[in-house]
């Protein structure tokens, strides 16, 4: 079954059946991945080693968040 049948026949289900699905579906792909959560974490301790070390400066809050 293509993806677009899927789709048709989803969208023909009740609200409740509906939820389930797509609760399914999101929670499918919630999966943390031990690998890039390996990877962000050397870089944010690259990171933070490089800003200790003076050779990466930090940008203040109201400068990241300005509206302006």
Do not use: C
């Amino acid at each position: 079954m293509s993806g677009k049948e899927l789709l048709k026949q989803a969208l023909a289900l009740k609200p409740e059946e509906k939820f389930l699905i797509v609760e399914g579906l999101l929670n499918s792909l919630d999966n943390p991945d031990e690998n890039l959560d390996r990877i962000w974490a050397t870089e944010a301790e690259k990171r933070l080693d490089a800003y200790r070390e003076g050779a990466l400066h930090a940008v203040p809050m109201e400068n990241v968040f300005n509206d302006k």
